[in-house]
C-alpha cells in the first residue's frame, strides 16, 4: 500500500533536487527544522498544510502544484496496485473484457427489425 505521505515527500525531494538546492536551504527559508523537513521529504512525517505551503513558498512553486503530482502519483499507484473499481459488484468493474460484436457488412446482414431504411438519415 502506497502512502500518501511518501508520495508526498518524494515529489517534494525531487522538486528541490531539480533547483539543485539543500535542505538546509530550503528548511532555513521554509523556517522548518532541517530534521522535520528530512522526515517529510522520507515520508516518515505528516506535514500540516500550513508547513506544506511554507515548503512550497521556499521552494518557488505552487501547493497546487505539487499536489497535481502527488495524485497523479497515486492514481498510477493504484492503478497498478489493483483493478479499476475493484469494489465495484462484478458486473459493473471496468476492468473485465467485453465480448465484442462482429461489425455487419452492409445494412442487408442485420436480421429480424433491428434494421429500418426509413430511420437512416439523408
Do not use: N
Not at 528548511?27 to 522535520?36: E, K
Amino acid at each position: 500500500m502506497v502512502l500518501l505521505r511518501q508520495l508526498l515527500g518524494d515529489v517534494l525531494r525531487q522538486l528541490r533536487l531539480r533547483q539543485g538546492r539543500t535542505l538546509r536551504e530550503v528548511s532555513a527559508a521554509a523556517r522548518v527544522s532541517l530534521g522535520y523537513l528530512s522526515e517529510v521529504e522520507r515520508g516518515q512525517k505528516e506535514a500540516s498544510s500550513e508547513l506544506l505551503a511554507a515548503i512550497c513558498k521556499a521552494l518557488g512553486v505552487p501547493l497546487s502544484h505539487v499536489l497535481r503530482e502527488v495524485s497523479d502519483l497515486l492514481a498510477l499507484a493504484e492503478l497498478q496496485a489493483e483493478p479499476v473499481m475493484a469494489g465495484a459488484p462484478q458486473h459493473e468493474r471496468i476492468s473485465e473484457t467485453i465480448p465484442a460484436s462482429p461489425v455487419p457488412d452492409s445494412p442487408e446482414a442485420i436480421a429480424g427489425d433491428a434494421f429500418r431504411g426509413d430511420m437512416v438519415a439523408a
